[in-house]
């Protein structure tokens, strides 16, 4: 099963994730926790471009870097791991590309997702979990972590877009993204997606 964490920066993916797996690794789960950008070691070194301050560069580059760093995680991290029975937990995945260069870089969606239609190919998320939380309270986290990366640095208006970015993939959506207040405790987030995942069927390795 294929599953992803969405959300903007300071919203608590990682936590969930990590309280996930455990759970099902409990249960004799075999689980994968990855990441986006990053997860096969090309795409960490892509990361980094992405990611460092230093590095300022085109809009429709960082797009292509993103499908770039995609296509290389799918075939050598996911689509291996699905096909051998993994659950596979990702902090990110294309929806993320829609929402920061679709809405957030205003590129538009459409044109963010035929850069990753072949990135992906027939490999979607089975459910994606989209942690929605205050622009204020997120930006408070963000900044209690320390130092901001490129794209956590790129300012208030983009970050808007991208939260009403995120909140439109859902409306098109609604049978894969479920969203969910990440303003709630952790211990009750980790039983909602626990509840949750315990009713969703097995998908094929390509991740349909």
């Known amino acids: 099963m294929f599953i992803t964490f969405e959300g903007a920066d300071g919203v608590g993916k990682t936590t969930q994730m990590e309280l996930l797996r455990e759970r099902l690794e409990a249960q004799g789960q075999e689980v994968l926790l990855t990441r986006e950008p990053g997860g096969s070691p090309i795409a960490e070194k892509i ?7 230093e590095n300022d560069m085109d ?4 797009a292509y870097l993103y499908a ?3 296509a ?4 050598r991290v996911i689509l291996p791991a699905l096909a051998r029975g993994c659950v596979v937990l990702c902090d990110r995945y294309v929806d993320s590309s829609l929402a920061y260069q679709g809405f957030g870089r205003e590129i538009g969606a459409q044109a ?4 990753n239609r072949q990135a992906v190919g027939r490999c979607m998320p089975y459910r994606t979990y989209l942690m929605a939380l205050g622009r204020q309270e997120a930006e408070r986290r963000v900044r209690a972590r320390g130092e901001m990366d490129r794209m956590e640095s790129a300012g208030r208006a983009f970050a808007q877009r991208v ?3 995120f909140a439109l993939l859902a409306q098109r959506a609604p049978e894969r993204i479920m969203v969910l207040d990440a303003a709630q405790t952790k211990e009750v987030l980790a039983r909602l997606i626990a509840e949750d995942v315990a009713k969703l069927k097995t998908c094929p390795p390509d991740g349909r």
């Open 163 to 165: 939260d009403e970015g």
């Open 72 to 75: 290389d995680h799918v075939r």
């Open 59 to 62: 809009d429709m580059t960082e």
């Open 68 to 70: 770039a760093a995609r």
């Open 112 to 115: 963010v997702w035929e850069i």
């Open 47 to 53: 990361r980094g471009l992405l990611l460092d301050r």
